[in-house]
């Protein structure tokens, strides 16, 4: 079964908490380099409202994320061909 690699982002705690999907990649180094690149972006970023400004900037993520990770995510052509894969 072929993989796609999808970069995730997330913020807040509890009932503010949201992730999003940011990118997707074929290959599983260039995903977990955007990864860890964003992720470096937002651990530099400073306390308060200047974080949120901080974050608007993210070369990686337009939408101002403070964590990412990598899902590994089946890829299939059509529904048949996924069921097909999964049962054997």
Known sequence: MNFIY?????????SDHSTWNVAAYELLADAVEHAQLANEYAKQSPDGLERYEYAKKNPYDPATGTYYRVLKIPFADNVEAFVAEAKS
């Open 6 to 14: 999808v970069v995730q982002g997330d913020t807040g705690k509890y």
